[in-house]
């Protein structure tokens, strides 16, 4: 069994930082990639950004060069370091983890996510 918690969230002022973390634990093989999604009201789930297990880095225009993602492997750890907040990025963030669990089965796991709200 594989459990993901996001923490970190919470209120910022338009052009402050908040830093996510998403730990993943259980009987964990192996963490293929790792994502952040975010939920605004009445918008769908989009992605934000993703990390392979090799530490490759991809993310969506919209925060490109005011957010960066990060991983510990050994503590099976995602980050996501968001900068020059704007009230746009408001929504519920959460994490995805592609993971090879018990018996080496693959799954993709998600978490319960963390409110992001950006003052204006």
């Known amino acids: 069994q594989v459990q993901v918690v996001e923490s970190g969230g919470g209120l910022v002022q338009a052009g402050g930082s908040l830093r996510l973390s998403c730990a993943t634990s259980g009987t964990i093989y192996s963490i293929n990639a790792m994502d952040w999604y975010r939920q605004a009201p009445g918008k769908e789930r989009e992605l934000v950004a993703t990390i392979t297990s090799g530490g490759a880095t991809t993310y969506a225009d919209s925060v490109k060069g005011r957010f960066a993602i990060s991983r510990d492997n050994a503590k099976n750890t995602v980050y996501l370091q968001m900068n020059i907040l704007e009230p746009e990025d408001t929504a519920v963030y959460y994490c995805?983890?592609?993971?090879?669990?018990?018996?080496?089965?693959?799954?993709?796991?998600w978490g319960q996510g963390t409110q992001v709200t950006v003052s204006s």
């Open positions: 995805k983890a592609d993971v090879y669990g018990r018996f080496r089965v693959r799954g993709i796991y």
